[in-house]
């Protein structure tokens, strides 16, 4: 058992479900074997509490690091910032700032607010809808976070939320009162979704949705959906948290032709730093004066300076472009050790949030035997890849030829139809929220 292993134990005493999120956790890749926490990190290289080194090409901080750790140019920016005091009884100048920068991307948008994590603003952006519209029921289709508005879906019979994301995301502590509130839709479904309109009629608020994770709209889906809104005076509302600021410069909407009310960023924007921003058109926002949103640490200096200096790094330096491509890269190097290793693989996910799965084996067993072995190679890695500007070629090559090896020891298990799970050096991982003993 590592350092980090023995600290993991204690926390799970001491901090409920032992992390402060499930993605965090060291059951979802490869119990027992997971180094579970880090000394420091640079680039896209981390050491844990040993100093053992590995390569990130795993998720990069869940997603939030395109630009890579500890990158100088944001990081000096937050180091100014707090030099001239992080909080302060007046303003951040900062936040005029960014404001300006993100309308500026989004010529459709004309008001922006800030909080601090992509859950929060997601429930700021539902309930500015629900004040505009002075109406209740909310269209879902996707991600969205922890809070009450969003689980409230598994209030209802069964595990809607399973359909849209992770199975057995337990509503405990949700209001039943809040129990048909929203409404699950899937994703290039809009049968489904015209089904929720007719049912609804009069009573909904906003169509919350990502705009893209793992597949590409189909046959117009998302501009169907933008017509019907319009026309029914229905605000629709873009998740933008994980595809933001990965396929281009602000929303992957811009992108994909269709312009929302309202859209929420977090994650790639700020490369790190804590901050999320709403943004929409000013007929909707406005709505926020009606109702009470505030909270002190939303004006804090420090993640606004950075992620100012994160969002002008990433247009002046093309840095969506390079994501793509290095996302295309892993796909196709995925592609060639499995065709070499005759696996039958399946690969999806945008270009630069890819993922892979393996035919006839546990999807579960190949995670976490596919971790288990990259970590003994200096890799932290799943079956998913978030790319990031500090994944050079050198980097690359050397994922490529661990990958290789782990690889052809999973088709030397399958040839000898040996069971995958009797392989692992501990517990398989975890698909999705379970309660920790």
């Not at 008001?111 to 500015?128: F, L, P, Q």
């Not at 396929?247 to 490369?271: E, W």
């Not at 009606?290 to 002190?296: E, G, K, P, V």
């Not at 890819?354 to 932290?380: N, S, W």
Request: proline share 4%.
């Amino acid at each position: 058992m590592n350092t980090g292993w023995r600290l993991y134990e204690e926390a799970k005493t001491r901090i409920p479900g032992g992390t402060q999120l499930l993605s965090k956790r060291p059951e979802m890749w490869a119990p027992q074997s997971w180094p579970c926490y880090y000394s420091s990190a640079k680039g896209c290289e981390e050491w844990d509490l040993d100093r053992k080194h590995y390569y990130d090409f795993s998720i990069m901080g869940v997603g939030a690091n395109v630009l890579g750790y500890a990158f100088d140019p944001v990081d000096a920016a937050a180091k100014d910032a707090i030099d001239k005091s992080g909080m302060c009884t007046l303003n951040a100048p900062e936040e005029v700032e960014l404001a300006r920068e993100l309308i500026d991307l989004h010529p459709w948008a004309d008001m922006v607010r800030y909080s601090k994590t992509g859950g929060e603003a997601m429930a700021i952006a539902v309930r500015i809808a629900r004040a505009a519209a002075k109406k209740d029921i909310v269209l879902v289709c996707g991600y969205h976070g922890w809070t009450d508005w969003y689980l409230a879906a598994n209030l209802v019979k069964g595990d809607p939320l399973a359909q849209v994301h992770l199975k057995g995301l337990e509503p405990a502590g949700v209001p039943q009162g809040l129990a048909g509130s929203n409404r699950i839709f899937r994703y290039n479904d809009f049968a489904e979704f015209e089904a929720l309109i007719r049912e609804y009629e009069g009573q909904i608020a906003a169509v919350v949705m990502e705009p893209i994770r793992n597949d590409d709209p189909e046959d117009g889906f998302l501009r169907k959906i933008r017509d019907v809104t319009q026309r029914r005076g229905i605000a629709l509302i873009f998740d933008e948290v994980s595809a933001g600021f990965r396929l281009c410069a602000g929303g992957s909407h811009l992108r994909l032709g269709v312009t929302p009310d309202i859209a929420v960023f977090a994650k790639a924007m700020t490369n790190g730093y804590p901050l999320s921003a709403v943004i929409g058109k000013g007929e909707v926002m406005s709505a926020a004066q009606d109702s009470f949103i505030s909270s002190t640490y939303w004006t804090e200096r420090v993640a606004l300076a950075a992620t100012l200096a994160a969002v002008r790094y990433f247009r002046e330096n093309r840095v969506a472009e390079t994501l793509v491509s290095t996302g295309r890269t892993v796909k196709a190097l995925w592609r060639k050790n499995a065709d070499q290793n005759h696996l039958h693989i399946h690969i999806g996910g945008i270009d630069p949030m890819c993922h892979f799965a393996i035919d006839d084996v546990d999807p579960l067993a190949v995670k976490t035997y596919f971790t288990q072995e990259m970590l003994k190679l200096g890799f932290l890695a799943g079956t998913g890849f978030y790319a990031s500007i500090a994944h050079t070629e050198k980097e690359i090559k050397a994922y490529d030829e661990a990958c290789g090896v782990v690889f052809q020891k999973i088709a030397n298990l399958m040839r000898e139809n040996r069971d995958i799970l009797s392989c692992l050096d501990g517990d398989i991982c975890h698909s999705g929220f379970e309660r920790l003993n």
